[in-house]
């Protein structure tokens, strides 16, 4: 029977310094990295989820999304500020009113290719 828990390593030492050192030479810096990190870290959050995949619909107030989540405004507001420093959401102001979107399409092919994931079995 499988352990699913088992990780296969290598039982050697040998290191193979070609593909080593080509990946090297193709990795982001540091501060890639760490920035990636973080903008994966906005998707760590069911409501901010929701909030995306509403606004892949509609543009949208606060007040429409707070009323169709079943939340308040002020929370809702709370969740578009961390969406809108991760540059995923942008606004526009109509008199009093203020609509929110998605910033662009790549918002759209990042929660697109991580339902295709979860929808593999």
Do not use: P, W
């Not at 760490?34 to 619909?57: C, H, M, N, P, W």
């Not at 959401?89 to 759209?108: A, C, F, I, P, T």
Request: aromatic share 8%; glycine share 4%.
């Amino acid at each position: 029977m499988e352990d699913k828990a088992f990780i296969e390593s290598c039982n050697c030492n040998v290191i193979h310094e070609d593909i080593v050192n080509k990946v090297k030479d193709n990795m982001y810096s540091e501060e890639t990295f760490y920035d990636l990190a973080e903008l994966f870290k906005v998707f760590g959050d069911a409501t901010r989820i929701k909030i995306l995949s509403i606004l892949f619909q509609a543009e949208m107030c606060v007040c429409d999304m707070a009323a169709l989540l079943g939340m308040t405004q002020s929370a809702i507001s709370h969740q578009l500020r961390v969406l809108k420093q991760a540059r995923l959401v942008k606004y526009r102001k109509e008199g009093k009113v203020v609509y929110y979107s998605l910033d662009d399409d790549h918002v759209n092919h990042i929660i697109d290719q991580g339902l295709l994931h979860i929808g593999e079995k």
